[in-house]
């Protein structure tokens, strides 16, 4: 199997700072617009594996360093490792790395500012929320350079809707942040000096929820998203049947009716 070449620079490639319950993962690429090599991609699941069991994370920002949040697979290092084994072995762990993402208990919020391009996009994509600067900008382009972005497709097309995921995919044209606001891509799209403070905004509503609430309701949405709408709606009331049995739901419920804040224990 190939090495991957190295690329000079990389240091410290993923950084993490915590604050009041909420971990900022910063991809730190910066000279390379923060490309995913498979280093990066394997930090960013060793990351996701540790802050599953911290219990004291509420909530995730996936950012990036420098000029752009992220331009994708780093196309040098898989141009440099020209060998089916590193391809897949690329490839399996950008799928890994999404679905590390997804699967993470605590909700996570791309505070996204310059370009997301193709892998970058589909990172976007497979965040739970996004916030997004006024002057980012978003593509799929892989077409352009005979490589389809067919793995960014996978998040894409379950964010926004078909037409639209097929005109990004199609054309690979740059999407102005309104634009793939409108897609569905986005949650909200700010200046971009007001961009910290919208995620820090949203992320500490989140963290002031419970942590087990959190942990339910995200993953009965994804799973519930697979299914059938009946089997959806028998797999969702078996979930509020065994959320009403919680400790915070009995908490939450009763501090509504006495018109109080709730004290979470996260079970």
């Known amino acids: 199997?190939?090495?991957?070449?190295?690329?000079?620079?990389?240091?410290?490639?993923?950084?993490?700072?915590?604050?009041?319950?909420?971990?900022?993962?910063?991809?730190?690429?910066?000279?390379?617009?923060?490309a995913l090599s498979l280093a990066l991609m394997n930090a960013v699941i060793d990351e996701m594996q540790a802050i599953s069991g911290d219990a004291s994370v509420k909530a995730v920002v996936i950012a990036g360093n420098g000029?752009?949040?992220?331009?994708?697979?780093?196309?040098?290092?898989?141009?440099?490792?020209?060998?089916?084994?590193?391809?897949?072995?690329?490839?399996?762990?950008?799928?890994?790395?999404?679905?590390?993402v997804v699967r993470l208990p605590q909700p996570v919020i791309a505070r996204v500012h310059g370009i997301a391009t193709a892998a970058g996009c589909q990172l976007v994509a497979s965040c739970d929320l996004a916030l997004a600067a006024d002057n980012a900008r978003f593509a799929t382009p892989g077409v352009n350079i005979g490589l389809f972005c067919s793995t960014p497709m996978v998040a894409l097309s379950r964010n926004i809707g078909r037409k639209q995921a097929m005109e990004m995919l199609l054309l690979g044209e740059m999407v102005p942040a309104a634009r793939a606001l409108e897609f569905g891509l986005l949650n909200q799209v700010v200046p971009e000096a007001e961009l910290d403070g919208a995620v820090a905004e949203m992320a500490g509503k989140i963290a002031a929820k419970s942590p087990l609430v959190l942990k339910i309701g995200k993953e009965a949405f994804y799973r519930q998203l697979e299914l059938g709408l009946s089997d959806a709606y028998d797999y969702a009331s078996k979930v509020m049947t065994e959320n009403m049995l919680a400790r915070d739901a009995g908490e939450g419920i009763d501090a509504f009716i006495e018109k109080r804040p709730p004290v979470w224990q996260g079970h």
Not at 5 to 22: E, F, H, M, T, V
Not at 70 to 88: I, Q, V
């Open 1 to 34: 199997m190939a090495h991957p070449a190295p690329l000079p620079g990389d240091g410290d490639i993923l950084l993490r700072s915590d604050s009041a319950g909420i971990a900022t993962l910063t991809l730190n690429r910066p000279q390379a617009r923060n």
């Open 67 to 100: 000029p752009a949040f992220c331009a994708g697979h780093d196309l040098k290092e898989l141009r440099a490792n020209p060998d089916r084994a590193f391809y897949e072995q690329t490839f399996i762990a950008c799928s890994r790395m999404m679905q590390a």
